[in-house]
């Protein structure tokens, strides 16, 4: 019974290029959610997303960064010329719809850390 | 909008010594309150949870938590301490109304020494 999957757990990207970061949602699980956790700083949300919907976006950045919830495959978190600001560790959680019977929390894959040289 | 503060910071205690992590949100209506733990370069795990019903919850590895909804508070806490507990401490919250994202503290660093 896998949990969250994320993959790479750890990104190397040089300034300029694109970063890539994918998640997996436990079986069953529509609803992911992806957070930024900087050095010495808690977890900032930045997107929430069902299937084909992005529900609340209000923690990206307005620019570079993108995500996507496709009907077939993984969650992908995008940010496009990456800066070495954007270093951090990128957590991905799923959960059932929140607010149905049975709710009972997210569930947080592995991170994927991203340094930018 | 909701927030959730953790005061403390850093904390550092001796083992077997007592704790307790404050936790305070904003939010007025109807919360589930979670308590997430951080283990060095590992990803968070879930201490315990609250949705209703009685509120002192237990969770996992001795913590526990109350939920005081009068002073829309719940702290962290263990009697003691243990070495391995040694991690970051998250204090999350969700608005059951909207049923929209988590929003988490700034996290509590504790340290246990020997």
């Known amino acids: 019974n896998a949990g969250v999957m994320q993959n790479p757990r750890h990104l190397v990207r040089r300034r300029g290029q694109e970063a890539r970061l994918r998640c997996s949602p436990m079986k069953g699980h529509s609803h992911v959610y992806w957070y930024r956790q900087l050095p010495e700083e808690g977890l900032k949300f930045m997107v929430y997303?069902?299937?084909?919907?992005?529900?609340?976006e209000s923690g990206m950045p307005k620019e570079r960064f993108s995500a996507e919830f496709p009907k077939e495959g993984p969650s992908i978190l995008r940010i496009q010329q990456v800066v070495r600001g954007d270093s951090a560790a990128y957590f991905c959680?799923?959960?059932?719809?929140?607010?149905?019977?049975?709710?009972?929390?997210?569930?947080f894959g592995s991170g994927t850390r991203l340094t930018v040289v | 909008a909701q927030s959730v503060s953790q005061h403390n910071h850093h904390v550092i205690l001796s083992e077997a010594a007592s704790l307790e992590l404050g936790c305070n949100y904003s939010?007025?209506?109807?919360?589930?309150l979670f308590w997430y733990v951080q283990y060095p370069g590992q990803h968070l795990q879930l201490l315990l949870k609250y949705f209703s019903g009685d509120p002192l919850v237990k969770g996992i590895k001795g913590f526990e938590a109350e939920f005081i909804k009068s002073k829309f508070s719940f702290n962290l806490r263990k009697p003691s301490v243990q070495w391995s507990d040694t991690a970051e401490y998250f204090c999350?919250?969700?608005?059951?109304?909207?049923?929209?994202?988590?929003?988490f503290g700034t996290g509590t660093r504790l340290q246990v020494t020997l």
């Open positions: 939010y007025g209506g109807t919360v589930n």
């Open positions: 999350a919250v969700i608005d059951t109304g909207t049923a929209s994202k988590l929003t």
């Open positions: 997303l069902q299937k084909e919907n992005i529900i609340d």
């Open positions: 959680a799923s959960s059932p719809h929140p607010g149905q019977a049975g709710f009972s929390g997210y569930t």
